[in-house]
């Protein structure tokens, strides 16, 4: 069972937080943001995502930042166009998160060159993104499951490799964009199309893509196929796209226990995936 050890200072007037998975080896191979949606925490996204139980197999290091909210129920990132509190209130997510990687490397005597990925569910996908143009590091990688760029004009220090996940069917963040049928931001999002595009042409990618058709391994799954979508730069495959047909708002790989949230594809592990990614930055 893994044991979080809580790290917590304050930043621009808040007191900011976050729970942190440490390795059994003290030098990690890379350290990784994960960021949660609007309305959970730290601990929430530990517990839907369970990224840390498989980079314990990668030697990584996984952060759980929690963002801010009126209460512990309504956390929430600047992430751009959005969300909620944070974004009413004009925080200021991206130093906090600059400021927490600079602690975690203190505190725990991690090398200042280890490389450090984001990853974020939701609003938190959105966040992700926003760190990782604005971040005063280069980030080596980013990921975001079911959150779009809400952030313009996306334009990114460094070129980023990007992977992204999301289903067809997910109500809060449309995947062809607008307002979600359950979002309660209300929000108009950028489609999921619109997202790939804006990263393409600001990695300076080809434009043409390679694709790739996954199955379900049975009848069963609800998740029948997944699109993937490749985009080369310097003949290296630099943005990915996970296109689940009928998915919902979940976390592939992840069972869902909230059933509002839609189907889970749990034939397809996000998190290996994410982390092969990583690794290879």
Request: charged share 20%; with cysteine.
């Amino acid at each position: 069972m893994t044991e979080f050890t809580k790290i917590q200072f304050g930043h621009n007037e808040h007191v900011r937080s976050a729970e942190i998975a440490l390795p059994i080896n003290n030098s990690p191979s890379m350290l990784i943001l994960a960021l949660h949606g609007t309305g959970s925490d730290a601990q929430g996204m530990a517990e839907f995502s369970q990224l840390h139980a498989t980079a314990r197999q990668y030697n990584a290091t996984v952060v759980y930042p929690n963002g801010l909210g009126r209460t512990p129920i309504s956390r929430s990132w600047n992430a751009g166009d959005c969300c909620s509190y944070a974004k009413k209130i004009d925080a200021h997510d991206v130093g906090f998160l600059d400021a927490l990687i600079d602690r975690v490397f203190a505190e725990f005597d991690i090398d200042a060159n280890t490389r450090v990925c984001v990853t974020g569910m939701s609003a938190g996908g959105m966040m992700a993104y926003r760190f990782a143009c604005e971040s005063v590091r280069q980030i080596s990688a980013v990921c975001s499951v079911a959150g779009p760029a809400v952030l313009r004009p996306l334009v990114p220090r460094y070129p980023t490799p990007v992977l992204h996940f999301h289903g067809t069917d997910d109500e809060f963040t449309p995947y062809a964009g607008g307002v979600g049928a359950k979002s309660l931001s209300r929000v108009h999002f950028p489609s999921v199309e619109d997202t790939i595009a804006a990263w393409v042409a600001a990695n300076g990618c080809d434009r043409q893509r390679t694709e790739e058709l996954l199955q379900a391994p049975n009848a069963a799954c609800t998740v029948k196929r997944i699109d993937v979508h490749r985009y080369v730069r310097n003949d290296e495959t630099f943005v990915t796209s996970f296109i689940m047909h009928g998915g919902g708002h979940t976390w592939p790989g992840q069972p869902c226990t909230m059933p509002f949230l839609g189907n889970a594809c749990e034939w397809l592990d996000a998190n290996r995936l994410m982390l092969d990614f990583f690794q290879q930055w």
